[in-house]
């Protein structure tokens, strides 16, 4: 069964190596979902490493219907992955309907030729899950990353063994996924599961200090943007 990592940093992506780990979904931010790393640490991961490394390119958290702005910065990502050599690509875009957005995601596809593409978990958001494969089978996607569209892979494991059952595409089980039950994906029929083995260490004590956390900012069904307005009467009031 493969076993994909998803690593925030160089240390977490030398940490899957040594256990064994069959390949990494690279980013940074897992509180959010996960966004694209930086082209630095792509850049020495792929050196450190000797299996596969898949980015994530996913230009902010929220949700997963973009501006044009935003999918110049995606398909910008790609290429900038494509010269590092990088083996995968996991993103994907949908519609505010919540259904694939099937011209952008295959612009992604085929910008990432030559390279692995797997369409994340904006997957358990869509409302048609077979046609959604369907689809995404069409356009030349081969993996995806899904919990079942359910809130982990555990609860939403039935899906997910639908879906493997009815599509070719490989169903990778992601969100959740423990020591406890993982095993329980390779016996209902999959060949894939994703985990962040997520621990914490290099503690500080931050008493006293104030918080640099901002929860105005973590508004999945909206985007947070530098306001025209509200920059011009600033540098209004000072210059």
Known sequence: MLVEVCANSLESALNAERAGADRIELCSELGVGGITPSAGLIELV??????????????????????????????????????????????????????????????????????????????????????????????????????????????????????????PLTIMAGGGVSPDNALKFKKVGLSAIHCSGTCFGNPLKLEGKISMNSKKHLIEDQVAVSCLDTLESIVSAVK
Request: hydrophobic letters at 40%.
């Open 46 to 167: 792929k050196k450190k490493l000797h299996i596969p490394v898949h980015v994530l390119v996913r230009p902010r958290s929220g949700h997963f219907t973009y501006s044009d702005i935003e999918f110049e910065v995606m398909k910008a990502d790609v290429l900038v992955c494509k010269e590092l050599d990088v083996d995968g690509i996991v993103s994907g875009v949908l519609m505010d309907d919540f259904s694939i957005d099937v011209e952008r995601t295959r612009e992604l596809v085929e910008l990432s030729q030559g390279m692995h593409f797997t369409f994340h978990r904006a997957f358990d958001w869509v409302s048609e899950p077979l046609e959604a494969l369907e689809q995404l089978e069409a356009i030349g996607v081969q993996t995806i990353l899904t919990s079942g569209g359910m809130s982990s892979a555990d609860i939403g494991i039935h899906n997910l063994e639908v879906w493997q059952r009815e599509s």
